[in-house]
């Protein structure tokens, strides 16, 4: 956490998008602004961060930023290199040194204020930043630099950001009578929700509808809800302590299950245990059958079956 520079300078687009003006606008605020502002050899502007916070300040207003006082450069860094990149390691360092050391409130703000922005599709916002950050809050709890209870507040405080997050797609689909059916649910066993929330909230992106069943669901119920929501797709995700022989008893109990009816419905598995060499050559009575190892696969696989629009 502690290596992000706090002596940063942005260029005029940067500031444009800071301040939430038009770069003309940027212009002309910078231009009328006589400290804080240099030019490169190009005549290109440049201004430091804590000049822009002040302007922000003088004309009335605040910036995105405002949350992460008085860690704007590191969350202004942070949101930079996960835009350009996607891969968790500057959301990763910034967010562990703030659930160790200061206030971890701010890691769901930050989580927020990614998804918001929309410079990132919520597939790589899930795969990235926050895949990373919660494999090294494990790390961390291992290594026993983190309490259960750090690990359970991390969580549920992501899990309300993301329900946060997916509101304006969910709200929608409560609205949509056509929208095509699915239930969500993880596996007996697997009590972390962050997966299974995060694949209903991309079938919502996808314009479909997901019945949210939550944590540890038999497979019996998994079944009794796709029957009474008549859902064309299942979806069931496994947490990180669970290992391959789950997801095959898993399949087992469901094929027992569906021995005297009909299943027209697909199904697709998720997490670390399901892998494409678990289900290879497998017979089952599914209209189709899946393992995805990632949220960016389930979007492409929901582009590929059935293409519903954003």
């Not at 800071?18 to 290109?44: I, N």
């Not at 204020?113 to 990235?128: N, Q, V």
């Not at 009474?228 to 391959?244: N, P």
């Amino acid at each position: 956490m502690w290596s992000f520079m706090s002596d940063i300078t942005l260029s005029t687009a940067e500031a444009a998008d800071l301040l939430g003006v038009h770069p003309s606008t940027a212009k002309r605020w910078l231009d009328e602004s006589a400290s804080g502002v240099d030019r490169t050899e190009g005549g290109h502007r440049r201004v430091g961060l804590s000049e822009l916070l002040a302007l922000a300040e003088h004309k009335g207003g605040s910036t995105f930023l405002a949350p992460f006082t008085p860690f704007e450069a590191h969350a202004w860094q942070a949101i930079r290199e996960e835009e350009t990149s996607a891969n968790g390691v500057a959301f990763t360092e910034l967010a562990v040194g703030w659930l160790l050391y200061a206030d971890p409130r701010r890691i769901g703000l930050l989580f927020e204020t990614l998804a918001r922005r929309a410079r990132l599709p919520f597939e790589r916002l899930i795969d990235g930043p926050l895949t990373h950050f919660m494999h090294a809050v494990g790390d961390a709890w291992r290594q026993g630099r983190l309490r259960v209870a750090d690990e359970h507040l991390v969580t549920q405080m992501l899990l309300e950001s993301l329900i946060r997050v997916g509101s304006r797609w969910s709200e929608p689909m409560a609205l949509r009578a056509d929208a095509p059916q699915s239930v969500v649910a993880c596996a007996e066993g697997n009590l972390h929700q962050l997966g299974a929330l995060s694949v209903r909230l991309t079938l919502e992106r996808f314009g479909w509808r997901a019945w949210y069943l939550g944590p540890d669901v038999p497979v019996a119920e998994v079944l009794s809800a796709q029957q009474s929501q008549d859902a064309s797709l299942v979806c069931i995700a496994f947490g990180a302590s669970q290992c391959q022989a789950d997801v095959l008893r898993c399949l087992d109990a469901t094929e027992r299950m569906l021995s005297e009816r009909p299943a027209s419905f697909r199904v697709v598995l998720g997490g670390p245990p399901c892998t494409p060499e678990v289900i290879a050559g497998r017979a089952h009575p599914f209209a189709s059958l899946d393992c995805l190892s990632s949220m960016q696969a389930l979007a492409d696989w929901l582009g590929e079956h059935h293409g519903e629009g954003r």
